[in-house]
């Protein structure tokens, strides 16, 4: 188990950007996949972005293929999501979580859960 804590979330006009980081404690983050997932009021957690152990791979949901970006930094412990050209659609509560299942994108795979950070896009 990892312990996660998102940060960087806010108010921000359609068009703009946010950066939201995930710092994670213990020994062994360098082993976990990182997703970043979010939730809309009345509706299901649903998958952002994953990136493998070595960040040598990343993979998206297709409604924010081209505008966000998973990025790590194992010697920090931390992930980041960089949103870019934000939509009101976009606006959700946004969890980081870690994974032992390489390439996965099913929420049940991921252990660890941070508290989430509130996303609000308005137009």
């Known amino acids: 188990q990892v312990q996660l804590v998102e940060s960087g979330g806010g108010l921000v006009q359609a068009g703009g950007s946010l950066r939201l980081s995930c710092v994670a404690s213990?020994?062994?983050?360098?082993?976990?996949?990182m997703g970043w997932f979010r939730q809309a009021p009345g509706k299901e957690r649903e998958f952002v972005a994953g990136i493998s152990w070595s960040a040598t791979s990343a993979y998206y949901a297709d409604s924010v293929t081209g505008r966000f970006t998973i990025l790590r930094d194992n010697s920090k412990k931390t992930v980041y999501l960089q949103m870019n050209s934000l939509k009101p659609e976009d606006t959700a509560v946004y969890y980081c979580?870690?994974?032992?299942?390489?390439?996965?994108?099913?929420?049940?795979?991921?252990?660890?859960w941070g508290q989430g950070t509130q996303v609000t896009v308005s137009s």
């Open positions: 979580a870690a994974s032992e299942i390489r390439g996965t994108q099913a929420t049940d795979d991921f252990g660890s």
């Open positions: 213990g020994r062994t983050f360098s082993r976990y996949v």
